[in-house]
Nanobody
């Protein structure tokens, strides 16, 4: 089992920055993919960014150049640095964990990000 706890969300003005953290615990494998997804009001959950254990990253087009995903394997933590925030970035951000050994995915409870104009 894997447990994920997010933190770092809050209220910020447009053009501001936030850094989200996701701490993982439990049965952590080196072969895993962690990522961030978000869900805006009335919208479906969408991919924001992912990162493999080797550091390979993938970003949604809407956040490229503004967001950076990183991880600290020693701390079992993944981060999302969000710069140049826009009101459209508003939503609940969820941490995600996937392992090649199982089709099961793990999700955190989410942390809310609100970007005001």
């Amino acid at each position: 089992q894997v447990q994920l706890v997010e933190s770092g969300g809050g209220l910020v003005q447009a053009a501001g920055s936030l850094r989200l953290s996701c701490a993982a615990s439990g049965s952590i494998s080196s072969d895993n993919v962690m990522g961030w997804y978000r869900q805006a009001p009335t919208q479906q959950r969408e991919l924001v960014a992912t990162i493999t254990g080797s550091g390979n990253t993938n970003y949604a087009d809407s956040v490229k150049g503004r967001f950076t995903i990183s991880r600290d394997n020693a701390k079992n933590t993944v981060y999302l640095q969000m710069n140049s925030l826009k009101p459209d970035d508003t939503g609940v951000y969820y941490c995600n964990f996937r392992s090649p050994w199982s089709p099961r995915q793990y999700w955190g409870q989410g942390t809310r990000v609100t970007v005001s104009s």
